[in-house]
């Protein structure tokens, strides 16, 4: 089993794998192909920083990613596995500010 490896984990207790088809219904999904397509340049430039975010078997923050790792042929990504809602909510948030500020470094030519 071939699983992408997140390179910034901050809670090592919390993380996880996702390997199932969590994306079986992506017909209801909107992908922006811009972000899609960036995603997938930056993925493939530096790996899978971030953890996705599940809680209660849904993916709340990692779905480009997770769908971008399955084209590029892993089986699953690593994941923070939040016991609420509301830490669900609070990883996907830092997380978004991470990406944030990994697209300013990027740009910048930091990275």
């Given amino acids: 089993m071939k699983i992408m490896k ?3 984990v901050w809670f090592p207790e919390k ?3 996702i390997t199932l088809d969590y994306l079986a219904d992506q017909k ?7 972000h899609l397509n960036q995603v997938k340049k930056y993925m493939k430039e530096d790996g899978l920083l971030f ?3 599940v ?3 849904e993916i709340h923050c ?5 769908k971008i790792a399955k084209e590029l042929g892993f089986d699953g990504i690593e994941v923070y596995t939040a016991s609420s809602f509301k830490e669900a909510n609070e990883l ?8 944030k500020h ?5 740009e910048l030519k930091y990275l």
Avoid: S
């Fill in 51 to 53: 953890p996705g975010v």
């Fill in 62 to 66: 990692g779905h480009y990613r997770f």
């Fill in 6 to 8: 997140a390179r910034i």
């Fill in 55 to 57: 809680f209660d078997g």
């Fill in 102 to 106: 990994y697209r300013e470094y990027k």
């Fill in 28 to 34: 209801k999904i909107n992908w922006e192909e811009d």
């Fill in 15 to 17: 993380i996880n794998v």
């Fill in 92 to 99: 996907r948030q830092f997380t978004e500010l991470c990406y």
